[in-house]
């Protein structure tokens, strides 16, 4: 290494070394925030994430399911919801059987559609879809007073899924706020009840 390189060298690694630090520090930060606003624990809340993440790689790991389908897990307080496209009634089960035994799942709504995978473009409209519900759950009706961000919503071929822990009030003012949002073409309820 010449002279002249060993300065910068010296001024770039910790430079480097840091960068995984920035992420971890984001993302510490971001789910921090989300736990002020969220009625579940910060160990609940860890748990869902884990689900996520363990259902994610059993999936990649299973070369079938990985290659033929589109599969999203989402998890809030235990129940595992699990959304996306399948070929076959048989992957669709699969699927399920690899999530149930998870450790801290509870229940399992298995929404998987037997179809191909969808397109770019209906997932981007479904992307549309959770953001217009997310705006339109602020100025609902009845959730006056409580924090719309107690609320997961989730968008899969213009099924609209709601969960969360919730008062009974706030769920169905969440339903007829999301109802109407254009581009919904069903709304499911996946909520648990606080009364």
Not at 55 to 77: C, G, R
Not at 107 to 123: C, D, G, K, M, Y
């Amino acid at each position: 290494m010449s002279p002249t390189m060993r300065p910068l060298l010296f001024l770039l690694l910790p430079a480097l070394l840091l960068q995984g630090c920035a992420a971890a520090i984001v993302t510490g930060a971001a789910t921090t925030a989300g736990v002020a606003h969220d009625r579940r624990t910060t160990g609940t809340v860890i748990d869902d994430q884990n689900v996520e993440l363990l259902a994610a790689k059993a999936y990649f790991q299973d070369a079938e399911l990985n290659d033929q389908a589109h599969l999203n897990v989402t998890s809030f307080n235990g129940v595992v919801l699990l959304t996306g496209e399948a070929p076959t009634a048989a992957l669709r089960a699969r699927a399920e059987e690899l999530v149930r035994p998870l450790p801290k799942v509870r229940r399992v709504v298995n929404e998987i559609a037997i179809a191909s995978p969808s397109s770019l473009a209906t997932r981007g409209s479904d992307t549309l879809i959770t953001a217009k519900a997310k705006t339109a759950l602020f100025s609902a009706d009845g959730l006056v007073g409580s924090d719309p961000l107690h609320i997961k919503l989730v968008t899969e071929n213009g099924s609209l899924y709601l969960m969360g822990v919730v008062r009974r009030a706030e769920a169905n003012a969440a339903i007829e706020s999301v109802r109407r949002v254009s581009g919904v073409q069903r709304v499911v309820n996946v909520f648990e009840y606080l009364d």
